[in-house]
């Protein structure tokens, strides 16, 4: 049995401990936030299990919407324009990554992931002491155009081709399953493969199911260099100490690239920071979670609350709150409840989060070539909490030695490093580590 030392206890690295841990290794997760949070992505996000999610975010369409978007300051998508070569590179990846092609080859893949990560999820529910409020309600896809109802169509087709049930509603279809809450809509789309869960929930019940499982968690813990020996990493530098392992695992989110580029190893990377709006008393409720398709928004009842949430904004590891984009999110809602007012959210709770976005729009999960007791676990974007019980289920075959149940060589993380990269990256952990030596002095 191996030590594995997981470095973030985001949702993506607790699933992966917690299976690494069941299958009878030794873990440590080293997670540089404190233990009772409620803050970052895995906290902030709206809870939705998506098997309908099967078009990853980089399709056709996506860098036109982008450029049409990014001009209005309270739209859903901003790119906050910084003299950065990583976000050049990254850009140009994902608009090479833009094409039928890809979606007709990632579809099917992520489909696969995306079941048996919810079957995790009800063995989960029906295991655990700890509920999480995985209920089993479907997802609409509301549109409030017949433009936007017809191109949601669309996609039901595509996604009834790949198996997947998808029914287009009317408005009064609408009403029967969403009774308690007035809308104004043209139709929707309806996923009832799709779940729904709370975030803080799963994120208590999974730190009490790892400790279970003998997981350690070392809160407060910073990674700030590693100790490598050849192609094989010994131990992590944290604020906290020296962490000595024999198999790692980067599951840092929106921060794994950066920490990756400290092991010369190239993980192409931009966070998509998204808000949630969480509003105790709203006027009615909803039974299902639903997409907003014009606003790309999406809302989840969680308890006797409901969670407003939305945007992309690709500003860098940015993690401040921007007053304009809430105003968009608030605006948005609007259009599509009536009785949702902006003042309804003067009391709201506001958090956001950093997605770790790949330039394809896919996962990556896997070993990295370089280093032979290296993996990563990142990249899941709006899907994190959707794949990470199956990420973690994969983690742990890989880390056992096993053949993976599902194959993973579409999620490698390799699949940008060229070897110039990989040279170039060698070079930018050469210096990074003597710029290291230099400032503490070892
Ligand atoms: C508004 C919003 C709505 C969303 N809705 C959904 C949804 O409905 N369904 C869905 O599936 N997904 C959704 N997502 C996406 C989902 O939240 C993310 O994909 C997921 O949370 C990513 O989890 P993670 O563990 O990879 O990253 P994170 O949650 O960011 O965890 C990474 C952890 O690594 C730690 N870390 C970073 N650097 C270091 C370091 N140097 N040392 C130690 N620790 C470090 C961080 O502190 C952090 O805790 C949404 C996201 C947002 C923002």
């Known amino acids: 049995m191996s030590n594995v030392v997981v470095i973030g206890g985001g949702v993506v690295g607790l699933c992966v401990a917690l299976m690494c841990a069941e299958k009878g290794h030794r873990v440590v997760v080293v997670e540089r ?252 409720t909803m039974r299902t979670c639903a997409i907003l398709s014009e606003a790309r928004a999406a809302v989840t009842p969680m308890g006797a609350a409901l969670r407003f949430g939305g945007t992309m904004e690709i500003t860098g590891l940015d993690e401040a709150i921007e007053p304009v984009r809430i105003r968009g999110i608030v605006k948005a809602m609007h259009d599509y409840f009536p009785d949702v007012t902006p003042n309804l959210f003067a009391t709201a709770a506001i958090r956001a989060g950093l997605r770790p976005c790949s330039p394809d729009g896919l996962p990556y999960i896997g070993r990295f070539a370089r280093y032979a007791n290296l993996c990563a676990a990142t990249g899941h974007a709006m899907m994190g909490v959707s794949l990470a019980p199956v990420t973690g289920m994969l983690f742990a075959q890989v880390v056992s030695g096993e053949a993976t149940s599902i194959a993973i060589d579409a999620w490698s993380p390799d699949r940008y490093a060229s070897r110039r990269a990989m040279a170039r990256g060698a070079d930018d952990a050469q210096a990074f580590a003597s710029d290291a030596r230099a400032t503490t002095g070892v």
Request: charged share 25%.
């Open 33 to 284: 936030g404190v233990a009772d949070r409620d803050e970052g992505c895995s906290f902030a996000n709206a809870g939705m299990v998506v098997p309908s999610h099967v078009v990853p975010l980089a399709s056709p369409g996506m860098v036109a919407l982008g450029l049409k978007w990014m001009w209005n300051p309270e739209s859903a998508f901003h790119l906050k324009p910084r003299a950065s070569l990583d976000l050049v590179d990254w850009g140009w990846k994902f608009w090479r990554a833009c094409t039928r092609e890809h979606v007709r080859r990632a579809a099917p893949l992520l489909r696969d992931l995306h079941l048996a990560s919810r079957a995790i999820y009800e063995q989960w529910t029906a295991r655990w002491d700890e509920p999480f409020a995985f209920v089993e309600s479907g997802m609409l896809v509301l549109c409030n155009t017949e433009r936007g109802l017809e191109e949601e169509s669309h996609a039901a087709a595509f996604a009834r081709d790949l198996g997947m049930p998808a029914e287009v509603l009317t408005p009064k279809q609408v009403a029967a399953i969403e009774p308690d809450i007035r809308l104004s809509i043209a139709g929707a789309v309806h996923f009832p493969r799709d779940a729904r869960l709370v975030p803080a929930q799963l994120m208590r019940a999974l730190h009490g199911e790892t400790k279970r499982s003998g997981v350690e968690i070392h809160h407060g813990a910073d990674v700030r260099a590693f100790r490598t020996r050849g192609a094989r990493i010994e131990a992590l530098e944290t604020s906290d100490g020296i962490v000595p392992g024999d198999e790692f695992v980067l599951a840092a989110g929106a921060w794994s690239s950066k920490l990756a580029r400290r092991l010369g190893v190239p993980l192409p990377m931009q966070s998509g920071k998204g808000y949630s709006l969480t509003v105790e008393k709203p006027p009615g």
